[in-house]
């Protein structure tokens, strides 16, 4: 994942330390810009006809329903604590990191040390639906290289060349199929371990990492998301046609999001046109924030349940924070009410279990959602675009406000153009007052009847589209 750097270094760093095929180090461009781009224009790969919008919000209504996932970064970097990847001091290629500490020649053998005997992938799944995600993405390789499954292209620095010698992928895939969860990989183009990165032309890092893909999508049955992290280097380093061609190839209907293409640094070339909208996949993920509301394009917030001062958190680490479960509640209703999804974080332990105040912690947020989870699953952010005191989910008939934050006695909100408020009851306990105006729809509400975390007033609607 990112780091979070000085803007000064940053700066310095994308201006004089990003160069292909060298060891540089820059600043990765935000998950919301477009690909890093120059004057000279890459040779073009046949690219197939666009999808239809039609067709891919068909092919993405699963997950827009399901709005809530976990995500888990997991790897020997939890052996002594220490930030995934980012702790490695030797970032060929890359930007900087505050919490380089280790060694490589520490780090990158800490895979020996790796033994989580009490690894138990069944519960871990069983936790993610008490907690009512609807699917779940598991970090397969990071940008340090190390493969969780038994890769037959880097046998050598993969789970079976450690002490544990079990296909950890596998009984993700399993226990998540088990459960009825759909299934998400992560795979970190970026490898600052490989020999063959981005030496020469790439074409041989190129293939050995579509390589490593194709086993992820060929050997667990079905996957329904690929989860890129960004890419160094040039446009002509990589054969990005070739890779989307093969992941719908091999698993149809697949999702993918906005960062398998999305460059850290500027390249000296740029793309065909034709390909851009291919790479820029199907969702944005904001990082460490709740996006902006974003009715057109699709996105996901990822953000760790582990809070660290520098801004990382997302493996095992001891030295953070865990947030408390309202927290949680509060941003998930933040991302959906902004027509997003949330992609919650852990990072298990080396021992293979999750940390117990983050296994409680989602417990909770399983019990709200098994209250309030109709005024989430399945809805849409609005359609009134949500702000500090809350906001709102709609489907069919049934507009949901969620107010967070009361502005004093009445909230006013609006206005609902076209659509007529016929009734209103508060879920969440209590009665409120709702008038609608031509301006506003205002909400008063006692005080002392008000849900601290999040009070919640259905309003039965006509005209809504």
Not at 154 to 178: N, T, V
Not at 241 to 254: A, K, N, S, Y
Request: charged share 25%; net charge negative.
């Amino acid at each position: 994942m990112k780091r979070l750097i000085a803007v000064t270094l940053g700066m310095l760093m994308l201006t004089a330390g990003c160069r292909t095929n060298a060891s540089a180090q820059g600043t990765a461009t935000g998950s919301g810009s477009k690909p890093a781009v120059a004057s000279q224009t890459a040779a073009p790969e046949s690219v197939a006809v666009p999808e239809t919008p039609e067709k891919q919000e068909a092919r993405m209504q699963w997950w827009r329903d399901a709005k809530f996932g976990l995500f888990i970064h997991w790897g020997p970097a939890s052996v002594n604590g220490t930030e995934i990847s980012w702790s490695r001091t030797g970032h060929p290629f890359d930007h900087p990191s505050d919490t380089a500490v280790v060694p490589p020649a520490v780090y990158d053998n800490l895979y020996k040390q790796f033994n989580p005997v009490k690894f138990d992938a069944d519960a871990w799944m069983r936790m993610a639906k008490d907690a009512g995600m609807k699917y779940v993405v598991f970090i397969t390789k990071h940008h340090d290289g190390f493969s969780m499954w038994p890769t037959e292209l880097r046998p050598d620095f993969s789970i079976m060349a450690g002490p544990f010698k079990r296909d950890i992928c596998k009984e993700i895939s399993d226990a998540a199929h088990k459960e009825g969860l759909k299934l998400g990989w992560y795979y970190s183009t970026r490898d600052w371990t490989h020999p063959d990165y981005l030496v020469g032309d790439n074409m041989k890092y190129d293939a050995f990492y579509r390589g490593q893909v194709r086993e992820l999508l060929s050997n667990y049955g079905r996957v329904d998301m690929m989860w890129f992290d960004h890419v160094a280097g040039n446009w002509r380093d990589y054969k990005f046609q070739e890779l989307f061609d093969m992941l719908h190839q091999l698993q149809p209907g697949i999702l993918v999001n906005d960062r398998a293409a999305r460059f850290i640094c500027p390249t000296e070339d740029k793309p065909a046109p034709e390909l851009v909208p291919m790479v820029n996949g199907d969702f944005d993920t904001p990082e460490q924030k709740v996006g902006k509301f974003q009715y057109g394009r699709a996105w996901e917030s990822c953000i760790t349940m582990t809070e660290c001062k520098d801004g990382g958190g997302w493996s095992y680490r001891p030295d953070g924070r865990t947030r408390t479960w309202e927290e949680c509640v509060r941003m998930l209703v933040q991302t959906v009410t902004g027509d997003g999804n949330l992609l919650l974080n852990v990072g298990p332990m080396p021992t293979g279990e999750i940390d117990p105040k983050q296994v409680e912690a989602l417990h909770k947020v399983g019990e709200w959602m098994r209250k309030y989870g109709d005024t989430v699953y399945g809805t849409r952010g609005g359609p009134i675009p949500n702000g500090e005191w809350g906001g709102c989910t709609s489907k069919g008939d049934k507009v949901w406000v969620h107010v967070q934050k009361w502005p004093g006695e009445t909230l006013a909100i609006g206005p609902l153009k076209d659509v007529k408020v016929a009734s209103s009851r508060v879920l969440t306990g209590g009665e409120a007052k709702v008038v609608q105006t031509a301006e506003h729809v205002e909400i008063t509400m006692p005080a002392a009847q008000r849900d601290q975390l999040d009070t919640i007033i259905e309003l039965q609607v006509a005209g809504l589209k």
